[in-house]
């Protein structure tokens, strides 16, 4: 028989971290209409607040939870284990702590050091095209690294990059052209791929790029009737792309990485309004 231990824990002490930044910002004076920012960020967690057992079915067999599991244990640990519950939940028919083999420790802990390291990039441009009007350009950018150990004998493992965790690559790029009252922005989106390894064999799950368009024009007519006037249409992901499909063990269970990717198809709105 074995005894199962999770839950909340008031032993709990608040999470620590050392943070520092660094920030670049150039504005060339050969191209004053131009800016770019980098920054790079650094993060080290301790203590973070974990159940530190991934796979309750391994607990017994792996070795990298043996610091969370107790073998023959005590009285006094069983009663420890009993007395720290909120939930005793008996499925092995009469209690009788002498059957108790073993003690499974899975409640929350603070058990995870987690490390974070990313790059951050930002560009814009403006250009004034006279009597075509002026075009801003822009584009954003991030990469993450990340990794976590959840317990002394578990392995470093990467969280970015890999299902339900940020990917590593994430961007934004667009431009707004602007001509008296007509305005025009286009933008694209991409979110990068990530790898499943909640199985033996590892999958990749793709990337996601949509495009999204957005026209607005402003009419200020001498005609009380058109002045005032704001008509604009937008569309969202004008291509329809979809987000990659994952195995689930659940009817319930979203067929997607619902962390990263939006399940959301082309989307079309039109508005039309009047100021007085």
Do not use: C
């Not at 003690?103 to 603070?110: D, G, L, P, V």
């Amino acid at each position: 028989m074995g005894l199962y231990s999770g839950g909340g824990n008031p032993d709990l002490k608040p999470e620590r971290s050392e943070n520092w930044t660094a920030s670049v910002i150039l504005q060339p004076t050969f191209s004053p209409n131009s800016k770019v920012e980098v920054s790079y960020y650094s993060i080290r967690y301790r203590d973070r607040i974990v159940t530190p057992v991934t796979y309750i079915t391994q607990a017994l067999s792996n070795p990298i939870y043996a610091d969370l599991v107790s073998l023959n244990p005590t009285a006094g640990e069983i009663n420890a284990a009993l007395d720290g519950a909120t939930l005793f939940n008996n499925s092995s028919g009469p209690w009788d702590p002498a059957k108790v083999g073993a003690i499974i420790y899975s409640r929350y802990a603070n058990a995870a050091r987690q490390k974070i390291d990313g790059f951050d990039i930002s560009l814009n441009h403006r250009i004034d095209f006279d009597q075509l009007g002026d075009i801003s350009l822009w584009a954003t950018g991030s990469y993450i690294e990340s990794q976590q150990r959840l317990s002394a004998l578990q392995p470093e493992t990467d969280l970015a990059g890999t299902l339900f965790f940020p990917p590593h690559l994430r961007g934004v790029a667009g431009f707004t052209w602007e001509n008296g009252p007509f305005k025009l922005t286009p933008v694209v989106n991409y979110i990068g791929s990530v790898k499943d390894r909640r199985a033996t064999v590892t999958y990749d799950v793709g990337s996601m790029t949509t495009f999204d368009l957005t026209a607005r024009l402003k009419i200020d007519s001498a005609s009380p009737i058109f002045r005032g006037l704001d008509i604009s249409l937008s569309a969202q992901n004008v291509f329809n792309d979809k987000p990659s499909v994952i195995t689930t063990t659940s009817v319930n269970q979203a067929p997607y990485d619902s962390a990263n990717y939006s399940p959301w198809g082309r989307y079309v709105s039109f508005s039309i309004s009047k100021s007085w």
